[in-house]
């Protein structure tokens, strides 16, 4: 699994979160390719909740 298909099993939407925040972005995409992904949900837990609220995926059904 990439970075990018994480963001999206979180409902995140990648690409705005690049486009917004590329530094972050980059150094979270650089520590999920070095670590399990539950350790770096674990990690990022109340993170990534934070990042959800600012960049939902709009899913249309």
């Known amino acids: 699994m990439d970075f990018e298909s994480y ?3 979180k409902k995140i939407d990648a ?3 690049k486009q917004s925040e590329p ?3 980059a150094e979270w995409e650089l520590l999920f390719a070095n670590v399990h992904p ?3 949900t674990e990690q990022k837990k109340f993170l990534i909740n934070k990042i959800r609220r600012l960049y939902l995926l709009q899913i249309s059904v």
């Open 15 to 17: 690409s705005k979160f």
């Open 23 to 25: 530094e972050r972005f």
């Open 7 to 9: 963001c999206v099993s």
């Open 38 to 40: 539950n350790s770096f």
